[in-house]
């Protein structure tokens, strides 16, 4: 059941995992001067102008994933700066030697140093870039935590201003007296000012600031509406800035080179927005993963100057230093040829038994729900192109993604390249925030006005559910986004149709920013004639005000009909969104549905438990409450610690429902508890205590469908998805 070709998923960053490569290599040419024989400038410009946006490029990467005014998972913090202050200890303990061979143990006022390059300078040259990424890292994420992004980069800005005096331009800043005595203090504590505190922080708030608005950044620039034509135009577009930027970088630098006055050549004035350029040009490169770059690109980073000095005594001992080290060509493609050929093979071990497939963790779990992403990932792909060309996904995330688990499915679908969520509650849509999810979020029901203020703060779209609902909106005085909804028969939420100029009302007023207009229909599912003539006439309506409107001169913002079963049996429908929900999670509301569209859909959630007790019950004794299961013969059962307080329905009891055990079926039997039911092992063989018993999903050769389950308890997927798992674990 795995999904084989996944590469068609629209948000694999292609761009950024291979200029990590080319990133690492500019560093080695930092430390190896390739173009020293031919030409000083051309080394100049190489090593000391243009390889410097690499490090800033890994600072932009770092934040870009890590840092997002959308969430405060601290854990996610720590995590990283775990991460780096680990690899940090790692390379400073394989450098040990080298520190010894230079006589590091031997100088003077050694505790103070070593603090001071342990915090800030690298136990060796080459590895400030750590400690600078975890301090960065911290710095950036408080910034802006506290701070909104134009402050947070107001600051950093502030903090890099402070750097480039003591780097670049150190040379005019240092001869001002009350800079000077500045300028020695920081000297004292760190050899140099690009570090954690003056130099990361603004590219890492740079990351965050570009992943958040990422989606915005696109429509800037947009000229066709696809999102391919709008990268192919955000490409040429950012090369362009990016060539500029860095020619002016280029000038920079060899105007500070030609006036001597760099102290150091990290930081220039047009460094950041040259990275920022780079950086949002390299994400619109979308395609296939590779993911294992940037691991390669890692150990690359780490291991170069330990195959500087590996090949140095290379040469010494075979007499190749002319050719080796004094030709600086030979000298770094000999350097790169090692470390890249370490890295990789590094790397392929590593993942072939450094990285043990992780064991789901059941063992303890007595009831759990487990969710195959892959499985998700596929009806993605599979709904995607059901689709018309040009819209988009909105994936319907509400009630906890349907049992699902809102954020885990929520923060896979953001990975993979969804880009729309519609969620029913404003917490649900803070909650989706805080998980970390960017992009649109549509709230599908009402919100108190008076919370309108978390509306524009958690940057959610509120649905207008009718015009006395809007008027009162607005008056709150926040600037949010709305989408307008449309009664066209469902009469539960929405704006009359007939009704334009309270719609048009709507479209006038200030405070909102219409991003949509949508409808819901009542009878999709159904393909009786009666049925699609009724849905028929609410899309015509529909249309009708969309008409009405442009009639006006208003301009018609996205738009949007149909859900999972409105995709199904009205597939040429021409929207901005499908809002796919039940479909999403790879089963339909009822077992026998028909539907006009017949789609490979694969099922996400399984329902298991643990057998925790097996017992004999002579026949004549009942089992459970109201004893409504009398054994008719000498039976042996199971007990299975999962009830309806789980989600699994008690009008399941007597229905003729199973349990899964082993791929084969015991049948439930007498009343299901609020946490316990029982089922007949009588006629399988070997049953244990400890063994899994599946009460939705397969096993064996046998399958028990969420739809069949949920019929015979006597509703929908939809409901008995809902609700499940409030007490449940997912793995
Ligand atoms: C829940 C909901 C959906 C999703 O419905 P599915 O049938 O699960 O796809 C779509 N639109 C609205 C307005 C909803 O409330």
Not at 82 to 89: D, E, N, R
Not at 216 to 237: C, D, I, L, N, P
Not at 423 to 440: N, Y
Not at 572 to 587: F, H, N
Request: hydrophobic fraction near 45%.
């Amino acid at each position: 059941m795995r999904v084989e070709n996944r590469s068609s998923c629209d948000k694999s960053y292609t761009g950024i995992d291979l200029f990590r490569l080319a990133a690492a290599l500019l560093i080695i040419t930092i430390h190896t001067s390739p173009l020293a024989d031919l030409s000083d400038t051309a080394d100049f410009i190489l090593t000391r102008i243009a390889a410097r946006v690499a490090v800033p490029f890994f600072f932009v990467t770092s934040g870009f994933f890590l840092i997002s005014r959308y969430h405060d998972q601290t854990a996610k913090l720590w995590a990283f700066v775990k991460k780096t202050a680990l690899i940090y200890a790692a390379a400073a303990v394989l450098y040990l030697p080298v520190n010894l061979y230079n006589g590091y143990f031997k100088m003077e006022n050694l505790l103070p140093n070593l603090i001071k390059d342990i915090v800030f300078d690298g136990t060796l040259y080459h590895l400030w870039y750590l400690p600078a990424s975890v301090i960065g890292g911290v710095v950036a994420w408080g910034l802006v935590k506290k701070l909104d992004y134009k402050k947070a980069t107001a600051a950093a800005a502030a903090l890099y201003l402070v750097g480039l005096f003591g780097d670049s331009y150190y040379g005019w800043i240092g001869e001002i007296p009350a800079c000077s005595g500045l300028y020695a203090l920081i000297f004292q504590v760190s050899d140099y000012t690009r570090n954690g505190i003056f130099f990361a922080p603004l590219f890492f708030v740079m990351g965050g600031f570009i992943a958040d608005h990422n989606k915005t950044m696109y429509r800037q620039f947009r000229s066709g509406e696809t999102a391919s034509a709008e990268r192919a135009s955000g490409k040429a577009v950012f090369a362009g800035c990016f060539v500029l930027m860095l020619a002016l970088m280029l000038v920079e630098g060899l105007t500070l080179h030609h006036f001597q006055v760099q102290r150091h050549d990290s930081m220039y004035v047009f460094l950041p927005p040259c990275v920022y350029f780079l950086f949002l040009m390299l994400l619109q490169f979308r395609g296939k993963r590779y993911v294992w770059m940037r691991d390669v690109s890692l150990v690359i980073y780490l291991i170069h100057p330990m195959m500087i000095v590996v090949i140095r005594m290379f040469a010494k001992v075979l007499h190749l230093q002319d050719l080796l080290v004094d030709n600086s060509v030979v000298h770094f493609l000999a350097v790169t040829g090692m470390s890249a050929a370490f890295s990789m093979l590094a790397v392929a071990l590593w993942g072939r038994f450094g990285r043990r497939a992780k064991k789901l963790d059941t063992d303890t779990d007595r009831a759990y729900i487990e969710i195959d992403l892959a499985n998700l990932e596929h009806n993605v792909e599979v709904l995607k192109k059901a689709m018309q060309p040009k819209c988009e996904l909105m994936a319907v995330v509400k009630a906890d993604a349907y049992g699902h688990g809102m954020c885990e499915v929520a923060v896979h679908l953001d990975r993979i390249g969804v880009r729309a969520y519609a969620v029913a509650t404003v917490d649900e849509g803070i909650r989706l925030r805080r998980c970390g999810v960017r992009g649109e979020i549509l709230i599908l029901g009402y919100t108190a006005p008076e919370r309108a203020g978390e509306i524009r703060r958690y940057d959610l779209a509120q649905t207008l559910i009718d015009h006395a609902y809007a008027c009162r909106l607005n008056e709150q005085g926040q600037r949010i986004k709305v989408h307008v909804k449309i009664d066209t028969g469902m009469h539960r939420l929405g704006f009359d149709p007939f009704h334009i100029e309270e719609i048009l009302c709507v479209f006038a007023m200030e405070r909102f920013d219409v991003r949509g207009i949508y409808t819901h229909l009542c009878a999709a599912d159904s393909l009786e004639e009666e049925d699609v003539c009724f849905t028929r006439q609410q899309i015509a309506d529909f249309y009708g005000v969309l008409k009405r409107l442009k009639k006006e001169g208003m301009r018609i913002p996205k738009i949007h009909i149909q859900s999972s079963y409105g995709l199904l049996n009205y597939p040429e429908l021409k929207c901005s969104y499908v809002r796919a929900g039940i479909a999403l999670y790879g089963v339909l509301s009822t077992p026998d549905a028909q539907t006009r569209l017949q789609l490979d859909l694969r099922p996400v959630l399984s329902l298991k438990a643990k057998v925790v007790l097996i017992r004999f019950v002579p026949q004549g004794e009942s089992v459970g409450y109201g004893r409504t299961f009398v054994a008719e013969r000498d039976s042996v059962i199971a007990i299975l610690p999962i009830g309806y307080a789980d989600g699994f329905p008690r009008s399941l009891s007597g229905s003729g429902s199973y349990a899964l055990i082993g791929g084969s079926w015991a049948p439930v039997i007498g009343r299901i508890c609020m946490d316990q039911l029982a089922v007949d092992v009588t006629d399988i063989a070997d049953v244990e205590v400890g063994m899994t018993a599946t009460l939705i999903g397969y096993d064996g050769g046998g399958q028990i469908d969420a739809p069949m389950v949920a019929k015979d308890s006597g509703s929908i997927t939809n409901e008995l998805f809902s609700r499940m798992g409030s007490r449940l674990g997912r793995v």
